[in-house]
């Protein structure tokens, strides 16, 4: 018999993921997202899969945490994944330019990271036609 907490926890997990990708397809629909500051996008957008402490999930899916990740080290990561998706995770190019700067300056100076450098509104502009171009030629 399966572990009643464990249990419970996936259905949370997956309950949650599941709002996050709602969330994110009537967003898109919608034309975007009404948040402007990195804590509002996070709180509203990220943390629905990956936790309000940032520590990520699993459940139904592995739903990595953001909580002391090196990888957000590269502050350029962090950007190319929010536009373009990764894995299980939707792209999230729905977000403007400036709340992609936002969110991600704000997981790579919380939940337990400190990265200096912050991204900069350029920086994501450039990206932005990269990562798009990159999304479009992918088979399948």
Do not use: W
């Not at 990708?21 to 402007?36: C, D, E, L, P, S």
């Not at 500051?37 to 990220?46: A, L, P, R, T």
């Not at 969110?103 to 990271?113: L, P, Q, S």
């Amino acid at each position: 018999m399966k572990h009643p907490i464990r249990v419970a926890t996936g259905v949370v997990c997956t309950v949650a993921a599941v709002a996050g990708i709602v969330t994110a397809a009537n967003a898109q629909r919608r034309g975007g997202y009404n948040f402007a500051s990195g804590k509002d996008i996070y709180e509203h957008v990220c943390q629905g899969c990956h936790m309000a402490d940032a520590k990520g999930a699993q459940g139904a899916g592995a739903y990595p945490g953001l909580a002391s990740n090196r990888k957000l080290q590269t502050p350029l990561y962090p950007v190319l994944i929010v536009l373009r998706g990764q894995k299980a995770m939707p792209s999230f190019s729905a977000l403007s330019d400036e709340q992609v700067v936002e969110v991600v300056n704000y997981i790579r100076t919380n939940f337990g990271n400190s990265y200096p450098n912050a991204v900069t509104l350029d920086q994501v502009k450039g990206l932005r036609a990269r990562a798009v171009q990159q999304q479009a030629q992918r088979p399948g």
